[in-house]
């Protein structure tokens, strides 16, 4: 097996059925707790920087030559968008010099919306979709996770702001 199809699979979580991408989604959000763990909000930005650099070129590599732009098993771009989605949740525990797990509703909401954005992709998240290149790939859900990073901060405002208040 190629260093490239495990990055683009994470190790082979790709290969599970059904849903390979809820997945890895699952799988990115317990790393991402480990990240935040070794070393907060920064190990994980650049964990997610090198997710990004290093699918991208994964994904090049595994798709060359073939009809299928975005096959089930590539995952590594469900990973880097999850990153994405949890991130505000890892600032935030920092900030609040919370435990990460006593912020469990935000695991949950960026997990929920991460997918939600990643399935229905609406407006642009679509337009990269449908670039069916490496770049497509990656920027779909690099996007979803850009969407549902911003509806876990609304809903952290609504609930800290508004209903707490």
Partial sequence: MSVSHL???VFGIGHLR??????ASLLALSLAWALHVVGGPLILFAALLISVASGWWA???????KTDSDPSEIVIDEVAGQWLAFLPVS????HAGANLLSL?????FAFLFFRLFDIWKPGPI?????RDDAL????????????AAICVVISAFIYHE????
């Fill in 7 to 9: 990055i683009a699979t």
């Fill in 18 to 23: 059904p849903a390979p991408g809820t997945w």
């Fill in 59 to 65: 994904i090049t590599l595994e798709t060359k030559g």
């Fill in 91 to 94: 600032i935030g525990a920092t």
């Fill in 104 to 108: 469990w509703p935000g695991f949950l």
């Fill in 126 to 130: 679509g337009w990269a979709d449908r």
């Fill in 136 to 147: 497509g790939v990656m920027l779909d859900d690099i996007l979803a996770g850009l969407a």
């Fill in 162 to 165: 508004v209903i707490l208040t």
